[in-house]
């Protein structure tokens, strides 16, 4: 692994790192040079998987438990990063949730967990994590290319999520600019994981570059929203889609 060291010296916080496009963000930032508190929330092994690759490679990472829906544990996990790494720079907000269902039979107890983890999730993340970052601080969350074209049913609630979290990043880039804080939203559209098997008949259609997107194209433009580089991009929500929302 060569670390080309745009983030040499910076801790980084991805919430919702173990698989897909969240491990992708964390083996970039590693590779990258930052130091990575990781966090999963169902199976430990992928998560622990990884954790020892970094380390194999020479990183400094660790994957910590944390259910993205529960804001307690969000702040948890922040505040255990923090007491192992010293500081905190970069916060990545990647973890989410879908339940696929017409509008009309969606159930309050689905409608909750999902606004729990990809909105009131992300809120707490947020806030917990703003006073304790450095000046120069950067926040991305992963949101999708569902907040400005659903093209597709039983989307309707994730769909509000995902806006949701475009106009929260568009208040807080106002609130925290002062401080030299950025915050951007990333979007992408569908992408080579493991929750688009068996769907890419349907999906290639819609997308005019005639290919899913790669975790780690996501993550390269999460690393550069990062850096120094893009100290002057904030409250902007970035599309990368292929594009399917054009």
Known sequence: MDFEGVHDGKVAVVLGGSRGIGAAIVERLAMDGATVAFTYAASSEP?????????????????LEADSGDVDQVAAAIEAAIAIFGRLDILVVNAGILRNAPIDQVS?????????????????????AAPRMTAGGRIITIGSNIAMRVGFPQASVYAMTKAAVAAL????????????????????????????????????PLIPLGRLGRPGEIAGLVSYLAGEEAGFITGASLTIDGGASA
């Open 169 to 204: 990043v568009r208040g807080a880039a106002i609130d925290l600019g002062p401080r030299g804080i950025t915050v951007n939203n990333i979007q992408p559209g569908p992408t080579a994981t493991d929750l688009t098997e068996g769907s890419h008949e349907m999906i290639l």
């Open 47 to 63: 998560a622990q998987t990884l954790e020892a690759r970094l380390k194999g490679a020479g990183c400094e990472a660790v994957a």
């Open 108 to 128: 309050l107890e689905d409608f909750d967990r999902v606004l729990a983890v990809n909105v009131r999730g992300v809120f707490a993340a947020l806030r917990h």
